[in-house]
């Protein structure tokens, strides 16, 4: 009997636990509240980390002028009608990223800043050119892109 008291209070360590670290709905600004309005039904079942997530990406939003928050909605739009496939590709790229150093990571940036201001039709050439090339092609081509 002892031995099922211990196991039972070992298993609801984790969700005490859990308990714990949340960040209780009431203490949330009114404010937080009206714009955390969608998880309000759920808010105590959410991890810490994801409510923590949630009130970071709240006030960076809040920190955005007008133009920023449409091209951020804008983008999260394109996320949604990403196929899971397609979501999954983008986070390991990303991931990818992140592990490059700060130096290469910011040539990345550059470059992609360099293909954003070509003319339309370039950028659709070089996306064409691009798609006609072998693996091993484009293998090649990253190689040049990543010698300085």
């Keep these: 009997m002892r031995r099922l008291i211990l196991i039972g209070a070992l298993l609801l360590l984790p969700a005490l636990a859990h308990a714990t670290d949340t960040i209780p709905w009431n203490t949330l600004s009114p404010e937080e509240r009206e714009m955390l309005k969608p998880f309000a039904e759920h808010w105590s079942e959410l991890p810490a980390e994801r409510q923590e997530r949630l009130r970071q990406g709240l006030k960076r939003w809040q920190q955005m002028s007008p133009e920023e928050r449409e091209r951020a909605h804008e983008r999260f739009k394109r996320w949604q009608q990403m196929s899971p ?40 050439r070089l996306r064409e050119q691009w798609r006609k090339m072998t693996p091993e092609e484009r293998e090649r081509q990253r190689q040049n892109w990543t010698k300085p």
């Excluded at 990303?94 to 940036?109: C, G, I, M, V």
Aim: proline share 10%.
């Design 85 to 124: 496939e397609a979501r999954a590709r983008a986070r390991e790229r990303y991931e990818h990223f992140k592990k490059l150093p700060p130096a290469e990571q910011e040539r990345l940036r550059q470059r992609h800043e360099w293909f954003k201001q070509l003319p339309p039709a370039e950028r659709e």
